[in-house]
């Protein structure tokens, strides 16, 4: 191998070691729950089991997973976890790679093999945390009773419009990222089966409660609004997935 080739091969793995430092100190930049949290939650009701947080472990028989949205730490999901808990759900929220959902899809097996007991499971995410969740689906159909898709949809590759799969689509009308003509577009790629529902004033951060994000729109409603909504909707969609 001459000098000159050993200096380019030198030169790319630099460069990939450069760029791949960049892109984890970015995905370390995380959005925290925000003070809000304290005023819905007790903190010392946020368990944890592995790398995951886990509510109502002990004495359900329909389990849920839902994937964070990216760079969104899992804490900020604790009040809709705990008050879908508190129907008497099982409810984990993964802590997953890079924060980032999409890298770490399967996590939801790691989950599911951990509780037996469980006899359905529905997996859902918020934002890219939904489009990994849709993945997971795709790909473990046997494993999934239901999606929900929170300010979220399907990707391209992972089409459900020919299948039956249960599944909810809850949508912002000022969600300044994943925006309604985005979900309009979108909308092809969910099943026979599926149930869409906007949220009126929401916006896309409100999904979490972790403050503002970049990019979106001010919401028209509180943060507990739209959780709240959010819990209502999803209560009722998962009671039909029970019968």
Same mark, same amino acid.
């Given at each position: &191998? *001459? ?36 005023? =819905? ?20 028989? =329909? ?8 760079? $969104? ?10 008050? =879908? ?8 929220? !993964?802590?997953?790679?890079? %924060? ?5 899809? *399967? ?6 093999? *951990?509780? !037996? ?17 849709? #993945?997971?689906?795709?790909?473990? !159909?046997?494993?999934?009773?239901? $999606? ?17 799969? !249960? &599944? ?5 009308? &000022? ?8 979900? %309009?577009?979108?909308? #092809?790629?969910?099943?026979? %089966? ?22 979106? *729109? ?11 909504? &959010? ?11 029970? #019968?």
């Amino acid at each position: &191998m *001459n000098r000159k080739l050993k200096y380019i091969l030198l030169s790319f793995f630099l460069l990939l070691v450069v760029l791949f430092l960049g892109f984890f100190t970015w995905s370390q930049l995380t959005y925290t729950p925000s003070s809000e949290l304290d005023t =819905l939650l007790d903190k010392s009701e946020i368990q944890y089991e592995e790398d995951w947080i886990i509510f109502n472990q002990h004495s359900s028989k =329909l389990g849920i997973v839902l994937y964070p949205g990216a760079k $969104v730490e899992p804490e900020a999901y604790s009040y809709y976890g705990k008050q =879908l808990a508190n129907k008497g759900y099982l409810v984990a929220i !993964p802590k997953v790679h890079f %924060n980032f959902a999409l890298l770490d899809s *399967n996590k939801a097996t790691k989950i599911i093999e *951990n509780y !037996p007991s469980v006899e359905k499971w529905i997996i859902g995410g918020h934002s890219l945390g939904g489009v990994a969740a849709a #993945k997971f689906a795709y790909d473990h !159909p046997k494993k999934v009773d239901g $999606v929900f898709l929170l300010g979220s949809y399907p990707s391209e590759g992972n089409d459900f419009s020919k299948t039956k799969t !249960p &599944m909810l689509s809850i949508y912002a009308e &000022m969600d300044g990222l994943t925006t309604v003509d985005k979900i %309009n577009e979108t909308k #092809k790629y969910l099943s026979k %089966n599926a149930t869409v529902h906007e949220i009126k004033g929401g916006n896309h951060a409100q999904f979490g409660v972790y403050g503002k994000q970049k990019g979106d *729109n001010e919401a028209g409603i509180s943060f507990k609004i739209q959780q709240d909504e &959010m819990v209502s909707v999803t209560s009722e969609w998962i009671k039909e997935i029970k #019968k």
